[in-house]
């Protein structure tokens, strides 16, 4: 097991990596004091496939144990499923001791951090993070959120777990799909501040592919140790060192919600065609060159990841960027590669060049 801090004064934590960290999850929460009760917000099949295994760990530690079961989509990230979960808990948590853990993907982990954030105005909470995605990436630095009709994210907070456990043994249960997801936040950490992790990826994508446990350990680990590195610095976003984990993000979620949050892209596929995109930008702009760009490109498509949206209007995807959380003043702001390993903010892209490679990011 690897243990990274993330370093935030008396907000810091500890980030897990291993395999099989679920069984003793139990004497882990235990020991940090988080109440008597756990509130495991999750959704169906993670119950059925791992419900027996938290449960038996938290009965060892004499924890009481309540599932609470949401969508298993996009879908669960409402305002109705958020009052509903804080309801719920409310008629439960009779005796003020419980605290919330985040048992599966970003989905999830959004979800049950922003209800521990409002619930009683903060209760502790932990993730337990199951997707690849979530273990690099989603789980780790406290953005927590909802979603509205128009943008995703929207409604949200910064609010820190007490512990991050990415059980490595979790990621056996993906369909290749979601691996390929996770893959393409993997990518992000290698474009940005990584050279050496994106050439590794470029030699061992399909080890990962394939869930080769030692290739699996070190992206997961180096991706973990660059996310706290990062917000260790910046944690709540606005010191401008942490905006540089949004490679890809602008444009990608554009396409999520011009695509309504449906499965016809998921969080990491559109965040693939985003990198490409804010790659494209930057050439466009003589920032990046071109076989840095195709290096990108071809690595995307290496991993099995789409490099280009169908089925989408250029003009829905461009007015659902015009939400994105970035722009300052109506101004935009765009993560951009200068070279594989190195990126920059660059604000106020020409609208034009912005319209342009959405448009190139349509499939024919």
Request: net charge positive; proline share 3%.
């Amino acid at each position: 097991m690897k243990k990274i801090r993330v370093h935030l004064k008396d907000r810091s934590y500890d980030i897990l990596v291993g395999r099989n960290l679920i069984k003793d999850s139990g004497s882990i929460f235990k020991r940090l004091g988080l109440g008597g009760s756990a509130i495991v917000i999750t959704n169906s099949t993670l119950h059925r496939l791992y419900g027996r295994a938290l449960a038996a760990s938290f009965r060892r530690a004499n924890l009481n144990l309540r599932f609470e079961l949401v969508p298993d989509s996009e879908k669960a990230k409402s305002l109705a499923i958020l009052t509903r979960l804080i309801c719920r808990i409310n008629e439960y948590d009779r005796n003020r001791g419980a605290f919330i853990v985040a048992f599966g993907g970003g989905v999830i982990g959004d979800l049950a951090g922003f209800v521990a954030s409002v619930y009683r105005r903060g209760v502790p909470y932990v993730q337990i993070p199951t997707t690849l995605l979530a273990q690099v990436d989603s789980a780790i630095g406290g953005k927590v959120a909802v979603d509205l009709p128009s943008a995703k994210n929207m409604a949200g907070a910064f609010y820190q777990p007490r512990v991050v456990l990415a059980d490595t043994g979790l990621i056996a249960s993906l369909g290749p799909r979601q691996i390929r997801s996770g893959l393409a936040e993997i990518i992000k950490y290698g474009v940005i501040k990584d050279r050496s992790l994106f050439a590794y990826l470029e030699r061992n994508c399909k080890k990962i592919l394939s869930l080769e446990p030692a290739a699996l350990e070190h992206v997961i680990s180096r991706c973990v140790f660059i996310k706290a590195a990062v917000v260790g610095k910046d944690e709540f976003d606005d010191r401008g060192f942490r905006i540089v984990l949004n490679y890809g993000h602008t444009i990608g979620h554009a396409i999520e919600a011009a695509a309504r949050f449906s499965k016809r892209y998921n969080h990491g596929e559109a965040v693939a065609i985003g990198m490409i995109a804010a790659a494209d930008v930057s050439n466009r702009l003589k920032m990046l060159k071109a076989r840095d760009r195709d290096r990108i490109t071809a690595l995307v498509r290496r991993c099995g990841l789409p490099v280009a949206a169908k089925g989408l209007s250029s003009r829905r995807i461009y007015m659902a960027y015009l939400h994105d959380k970035k722009f300052i003043r109506g101004r935009n702001r765009f993560v951009l590669p200068k070279k594989i390993g190195e990126a920059r903010i660059v604000g106020s892209v020409p609208e034009g060049i912005v319209k342009n490679t959405i448009k190139g990011s349509l499939a024919a």
